[in-house]
């Protein structure tokens, strides 16, 4: 592209993720502009949900496996192909991102940019392109969605020492013998759960006293507990020292605040991630930020600038594709009727863990009700109480469900076997306003399958004797 022009566009889009869906029919005839610097379909296709959720399935076959002589089968896992598994997902993902940005090279009416975009006023850009040139955009309307990055601590990155994140470590090579992780969130407890169930020994290392420490308090102190069976969990824990291991090249040796030691291990950090607008260049346009640096927008996706629009994880409080995917549609109706605007509606944003035992939730925490001195009714309905609960021999699963005295359903929290199954129905109650009465005998539940736990917990927010 010649450095001296600027092209004029209808419509840019900053990020192929959520962003690349903005490219509705509406723009059919016009021009748009679609800027990735990295690979293209953005963090959930390439190392975000679809993969991760792709290595854990088969780390929770294996454990099926390896569980299954508890009901009378014997079966043993004689070996994992770590390669197999790792190029089944690849070699499902990357054709699709090379096949997306193909369509956008070649789209009628898009321009695919590949390089990094910042802005050089308030609706112009300059793009640092891959292969080495710069191009200029300008456009009637841009749309920020550049998404995040993982956040890797000082003491990782001032030790030299090699380490992974979760955009990397889906590929290696090999299982290490050991995986150190840091973090106890989502994707601390994720891969926790697909290293040791695929064999690898796991130490984690958290520095709060539970796991996941965000979500109700019953479910993280359960889901810590559970941890503890399966991974060697340092809780209140810190990494103080990084060397690289004589055990082989990669590895490390850390020493851990508890002084105690980790050594020969593969060092994943996954310590949080924060919106990716370093390289943006915000005030040249003059758009707002909040105090952690995401993009400040209105319930429409406006930003403090005309005409720029920003969704997805640079902007939201929630880091979750379904919210980013939500916003990216409310986006692409604003982005053609301005004066019908849309809102985004994020009152109850569910979310799961897939770890293990899996975690799902929609609406309030009980910690959240009371710190806002809301009343409440509470049930928790063991997994191990209905009849699917039996058939699994479920030890560690249950429904927690939080109503108001009259019945509003303010919060459904689930652990155990496909708890983001059995929580949808939650889902879709809250969001129609039912009560739990309402939720639990408007409707037959299948008999008997797991959701029932959900039914029975319902029941017994409305009926605290039953
Ligand atoms: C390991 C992992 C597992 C996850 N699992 C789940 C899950 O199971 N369920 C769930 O709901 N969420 C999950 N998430 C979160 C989810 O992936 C994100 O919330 C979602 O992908 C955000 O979408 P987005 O469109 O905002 O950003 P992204 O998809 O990240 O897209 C942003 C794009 O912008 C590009 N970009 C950035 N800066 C520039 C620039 N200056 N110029 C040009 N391009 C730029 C980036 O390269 C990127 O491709 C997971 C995340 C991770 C990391
Ligand atoms: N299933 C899903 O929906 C899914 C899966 C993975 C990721 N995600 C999204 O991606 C986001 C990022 O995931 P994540 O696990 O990186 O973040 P997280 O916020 O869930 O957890 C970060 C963890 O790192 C710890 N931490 C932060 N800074 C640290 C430091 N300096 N030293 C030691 N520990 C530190 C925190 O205490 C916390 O335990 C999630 O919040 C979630 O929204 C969603």
Not at 21 to 35: C, H, M, N, Q, Y
Not at 116 to 138: C, I, S
Not at 214 to 226: I, K, N, P, S, Y
């Amino acid at each position: 592209m010649d450095a001296g022009t600027t092209d004029h566009v209808d419509l840019a889009v900053i990020g192929s993720g959520s962003g690349n869906s903005l490219v509705t029919p509406d723009w059919e005839g016009k021009r748009v502009a679609i800027i990735e610097s990295g690979a293209f379909g953005g963090t959930c296709l390439n190392v975000g949900c679809i993969p991760t959720k792709m290595f854990v399935y088969p780390a929770e076959v294996a454990a099926a496996v390896r569980e299954a002589s508890r009901y009378g089968v014997d079966a043993h896992v004689d070996g994992v192909r770590w390669r197999d598994i790792r190029d089944r997902v690849f070699g499902r993902i990357d054709p699709i991102s090379e096949g997306g940005k193909r369509y956008r090279l070649e789209g009628e009416n898009t321009t695919a940019y590949l390089g990094r975009a910042r802005f050089t006023g308030e609706r112009t850009l300059e793009v640092a392109l891959n292969d080495g040139g710069t191009a200029r955009v300008e456009a009637d309307q841009i749309v920020v969605a550049t998404g995040s990055h993982a956040v890797v601590p000082d003491v990782v990155r001032e030790s030299g020492v090699p380490f992974h994140t979760s955009d990397t470590v889906m590929r290696i090579d090999d299982l290490p013998p050991r995986v150190l992780i840091i973090g106890g969130g989502y994707i601390a407890t994720e891969f926790a759960h697909v290293f040791a169930d695929l064999g690898v020994e796991v130490t984690l290392v958290a520095r709060g006293p539970r796991l996941l420490r965000h979500l109700d308090g019953d479910v993280a102190r359960r889901f810590t507990e559970a941890a503890r069976t399966q991974w060697d969990v340092r809780l209140e824990t810190r990494v103080e020292e990084l060397t690289p291991s004589e055990a082989g090249e990669g590895l490390v040796d850390a020493r851990l605040s508890d002084s105690t030691r980790v050594e020969g291990a593969l060092l994943l950090v996954c310590t949080g991630r924060a919106p990716s607008v370093a390289d943006l260049d915000l005030p040249a346009a003059g758009i707002a930020q909040h105090d952690d640096s995401r993009i400040v927008v209105d319930e429409h996706g406006r930003t403090s600038v005309p005409g720029v629009w920003a969704l997805g994880d640079v902007s939201s409080e929630h880091q979750l594709k379904h919210v980013a995917n939500h916003e990216a549609r409310v986006v692409a109706h604003n982005l053609v009727h301005g004066d019908d605007l849309r809102s985004f509606d994020e009152r109850f944003v569910p979310a799961a863990v897939f770890t293990r035992p899996q975690i799902a939730a929609v609406g309030a925490t009980q910690e959240e009700l009371d710190e806002a001195g809301t009343e409440y009714r509470v049930k928790v309905q063991e997994y191990a109480d209905v009849a699917y609960g039996w058939a699994m021999e479920d030890t560690v699963g249950f429904c927690k469900v939080l109503a108001a005295p009259d019945g509003r359903l303010l919060g459904v929290h689930v652990m155990g076997h496909e708890a983001s199954i059995v929580v949808q129905p939650a889902i879709l109650a809250l969001n129609l306003g039912l009560t739990a009465a309402e939720t639990a005998r408007g409707q037959m539940w299948i008999h008997p399958a797991l959701p029932e736990v959900l039914e029975n917990a319902l029941l017994g927010v409305v009926d605290p004797e039953n």
